[in-house]
């Protein structure tokens, strides 16, 4: 959606019908949470998915937060053992990310995860997000709503000011509760890590320091398929999978249309896809460097780079 003006409603019932059957569209609108505004789309939908990145103008894919309304709903995307369990029921909801196994079978699209075998889970407590969950019936990615390297937003003015003829539709619930994004802690083996400091505090938790990205607002490389990739390849070699984009067809195609939306939700799909054939080694066909292809080239540039 570019071109036409965002339309600001009021929390209630109307704003949240109206957010709903957009969602369940595959468009993205944002929300109030108690910690900043959110940009929610269905995480089941890649494309929906991609629609975030395309309105943030982000130039990475990493990990998105999935926001959903109770414990019972999070088991069903992850796997929470007894220290993520005991988090869960200390402080949800509330401004508390918990980073787990993915759980088989998830229903979650490889783009929200980043193509990682966790998932960052949110219940949250703010009534506009909450009510937004009951009545989509859906998951929810939602990063901040506000353009890539922005400040994140705290009211809907904030948003507007980024995104507004980007996205369909703002909920406004007044200024937000913290004023700051939820506290990331990682639950999966060993000792809890601390991926991001906010709201709340867990003592147990020990702060993480490295490069590797786990979750939202940890920079640098994250998932990179096993095998050399090359980039740019207009044909390929014969111990080559070849990932196409537009007419350069390929093994499997990011879009044989040339649509940027499809080609980033398919994205981490077909790195999964290519890394399992036969094949030892990886080609991609050029993808324009324009719009969500920004995106694209940044997270393959990355998964070809050299790795020590």
Do not use: C
């Not at 509330?94 to 929200?112: C, F, I, Q, R």
């Amino acid at each position: 959606m570019t071109g036409k003006r965002t339309e600001l409603r009021p929390f209630g019932p109307e704003a949240i019908a109206e957010a709903t059957a957009l969602i369940r569209d595959g468009l993205p609108v944002a929300v109030p949470t108690e910690t900043v505004y959110g940009l929610a789309a269905d995480a089941t939908n890649a494309e929906a998915v991609a629609r975030i990145y395309k309105a943030k103008g982000r130039p990475s894919f990493n990990p998105l937060i999935v926001h959903v309304p109770d414990l019972d709903a999070a088991r069903r995307l992850g796997r929470l053992g007894a220290a993520a369990e005991a988090l869960a029921g200390a402080y949800w909801p509330g401004p508390l990310t918990l980073v787990v196994p993915l759980a088989e079978n998830s229903p979650v699209a490889s783009l929200v995860t980043a193509g990682l075998p966790t998932i960052a889970l949110r219940v949250p407590a703010h009534p506009a997000m909450r009510a937004l969950l009951q009545a989509s019936g859906r998951p929810l990615a939602a990063p901040s709503a506000n353009a890539s390297g922005r400040i994140s937003p705290t009211r809907a003015a904030h948003v507007l000011a980024s995104l507004d003829g980007r996205i369909p539709l703002v909920i406004d619930g007044g200024a937000t509760a913290h004023g700051l994004e939820s506290t990331i802690i990682a639950a999966t083996d060993g000792p809890l890590r601390l991926l991001r400091p906010g709201p709340i505090v867990v003592p147990d938790a020990t702060a993480v320091t490295g490069n590797a990205v786990e979750a939202p607002g940890m920079l640098a490389s994250h998932y990179a398929p096993a095998k050399p990739l090359r980039l740019d390849a207009v044909s390929a070699e014969a111990d080559e999978w070849w990932i196409g984009f537009g007419a350069q067809g390929g093994d499997s195609s990011l879009s044989r249309s040339g649509d940027l939306v499809e080609a980033a939700a398919r994205l981490f799909d077909l790195l999964h896809e290519a890394d399992a054939s036969s094949r030892p080694r990886i080609a991609v066909a050029p993808v324009p460097s324009e719009g969500l292809g920004l995106a694209i080239n940044d997270r393959l540039a990355r998964a070809a780079a050299p790795r020590g």
